[in-house]
């Protein structure tokens, strides 16, 4: 007898302008979306994850044409656990986002070291168009599993 598992998901994305608000509207729009979906605890380290990758691409990387970044996201549930992987695609800097050591009295820096702590996994991809950073958020899932979406 086998036994298998429904893993449901749910993807979406979201084009933001190469400018410091950029965040503010990729956290406004992915907490709207995954609001009610996934625990408070997640979303809210999802959208941390998000401000932090968005306002990395304003201040290090060049934009998409357009002067925009995408952002996207996707949810996954199955498997005894939920996930979200964001993705945040700008057109790329001269380095590859890299952690910093930084002091406590720094202003900044720590933007990777947060996603470090939060994400299971981060990661990018370089093309010849740009590059994205991506990070994989996933707890157990608790109660029922999340309603399929009507069409």
Do not use: F, K
Not at 70 to 93: C, H, I, K, N
Request: glycine fraction near 12%; charge should be neutral.
């Amino acid at each position: 007898m086998s036994v298998s598992t429904a893993v449901r998901e749910q993807a979406w994305c979201l084009v933001v302008p190469h400018h410091a608000r950029g965040a503010g509207l990729a956290r406004r729009r992915l907490a709207h979306d995954l609001g009610g979906l996934v625990s408070a605890e997640l979303l809210s380290d999802t959208v941390t994850v998000v401000a932090e990758l968005v306002g990395n691409a304003v201040r290090h990387a060049a934009p998409l044409p357009g002067d925009v970044i995408r952002v996207a996201w996707r949810l996954r549930t199955g498997s005894g656990d939920v996930a979200v992987e964001v993705r945040v695609t700008d057109g790329g800097a001269d380095q590859a986002p890299m952690p910093r050591q930084v002091g406590p009295e720094a202003v900044d820096g720590r933007g990777l070291a947060i996603i470090d702590a939060l994400a299971q996994r981060w990661g990018v991809i370089r093309d010849g168009l740009g590059q994205c950073v991506w990070a994989e958020l996933y707890r157990p899932l608790l109660g029922p599993a999340l309603p399929v979406p009507s069409d």
